[in-house]
């Protein structure tokens, strides 16, 4: 990865040598394309392209645009209300689209010109627009969370249910670091005003994208169908009002979201079956039952325990994308954690939690490399006020993990878990 070798290449690259020193490693060679066949013939996959697909027909369509003005018509209101608007519609936006790096492309190009108008500084609002990215991504339908579902054995419509609470308290926490900084420093000085007629006409203009999201999560909570039939369902909506509501999805850019939505998962795919093949790797060299052994000697209680696995987490997303180190690390520590007495969906919500500081943490970042590009700004000017925001997700980040209620409060309620 130093070298700017694509990840997958790495994995299955390292995969690959320590096959070949394994005992017997030239007779386990024909079996490496059953692995990836194995890890690639899951239905619950089918959900992810699906969901990047359905993203990218609703920002045709608009969508950030509407969400944003709604939430600039009702929370965004007062001093500091537009970097508000900015994170509670990226956190809309993330149950339609199911990609942070969507989300943060798709609101940061509505949102930059308004906050740049109104006196937010380039550095602060780069660290506003992909923080927020961050702070949605518990919001289902998420990628992250359909892997962690599938590679943990968890129920993934519990994992959908449990990220709810938590990416309020997420959100709400940012709000409140947005309204103290803007105040302090005299940013957001336009003040909405109120007007009944404007913001029930920006109710429905978004009207169609909140419906979308009462659609996903009320029938995959209310089991009327699965993750994947929900995303076959919001491409189904997404190109009829991109297409036929909205009118702006012409032919030539359908081709163009078709040709994102295979390169984006194409790139997905291929990690997943390298993790496989990595995977098969470790358990050769038994490596789950040395980590595992480890723990029980660092740590066996689960408070120590989480906070390892935190650790552990956030130094593997500083230099790891997000996909393999659920997929390598998940099925390892997903055992342990319930030898521990920890929900595991609780677990999963936890983990996604982590791994989302590593969307705006360097050198990889995605997230926040999107909003730098959007802004125009570099990442060093970016890193001082991103630093408090880091901060921030990480403080509620802990009160997610050690007051359990939080994430299994909802899928209790719903009977999501025995």
């Known amino acids: 990865m130093a070298v700017g070798v694509p990840i997958a290449f790495v994995l299955g690259g390292a995969a690959l040598v320590g096959i070949l020193f394994a005992p017997n490693g030239l007779e386990l060679l024909p079996g490496l394309p059953q692995q990836i066949y194995d890890a690639l013939s899951s239905f619950n996959f089918l959900a992810i392209p699906l969901f990047i697909f359905a993203g990218a027909l609703l920002s045709e369509g608009g969508v950030a645009k509407n969400l944003m003005e709604l939430a600039s018509r009702t929370i965004g209101r007062g001093r500091g209300g537009l970097g ?59 990628n992250d969370l359909i892997l962690i579902g599938i590679v943990g054995n968890m129920s993934i419509a519990g994992l959908f ?3 709810i609470f938590p990416a309020i308290v997420n959100g709400l926490g940012l709000m409140a ?34 419906l979308l999201i009462l659609i996903i999560l009320g029938g995959i909570l209310g089991g009327v169908f699965t993750p994947t039939e929900a995303a076959s369902v919001a491409v189904v909506y997404g190109f009829f009002l991109a297409a036929f509501v909205y009118r702006t999805l012409t032919l030539n850019r359908l081709v163009a979201v078709l040709r994102n939505t295979i390169e984006i998962s194409g790139m997905v795919l291929l990690v997943i079956a390298m993790c496989a093949i990595l995977g098969y790797v470790l358990t050769i060299f038994q490596v789950p039952g040395m980590l595992g052994k480890l723990l029980d000697a660092w740590a066996p209680d689960k408070f120590l325990f989480l906070l390892l696995v935190q650790i552990l987490f956030f130094i ?24 521990r007495g920890i929900e595991p969906i609780h677990f999963g919500i936890l983990i996604e939690c ?23 700004v570099t990442l ?39």
């Open 84 to 142: 508000v608007s900015v994170i509670g519609s990226t956190m809309l936006f993330s149950g339609i689209s199911g990609s942070s790096s969507a989300d943060t492309a798709a609101i940061s190009k509505v949102a930059n010109p308004s906050l740049k108008e109104q006196g937010y500084p380039a550095p602060f609002r780069a660290a506003l627009l992909a923080s927020s990215g961050c702070a949605g991504t518990l919001i289902p339908p998420t």
């Open 161 to 163: 249910a449990a990220g």
């Open 177 to 210: 670091w947005a309204v103290y900084i803007s105040r302090r420093n005299g940013y957001g000085n336009v003040t909405i005003p109120f007007s009944l007629k404007a913001t029930l006409w920006s109710f429905v203009k978004a009207g169609p994208a909140i």
């Open 316 to 339: 593997i997303g500083i230099v790891m994308d997000t996909v393999p180190a659920i997929l390598i690390l998940v099925p390892m520590l997903t055992p342990m954690a319930v030898a």
């Open 354 to 376: 982590n791994v989302a500081l590593g969307f705006i943490t360097p050198p990889i970042g995605n997230v926040l490399f999107t909003a730098c590009a959007v802004v125009g």
């Open 380 to 418: 060093e000017r970016v890193v001082k006020p991103l630093l408090p925001m880091i901060a921030v997700l990480t403080v509620t980040m802990l009160i997610i993990t050690y007051v359990e209620d939080v994430s299994m409060f909802l899928p209790r309620l719903l009977k999501l878990v025995d």
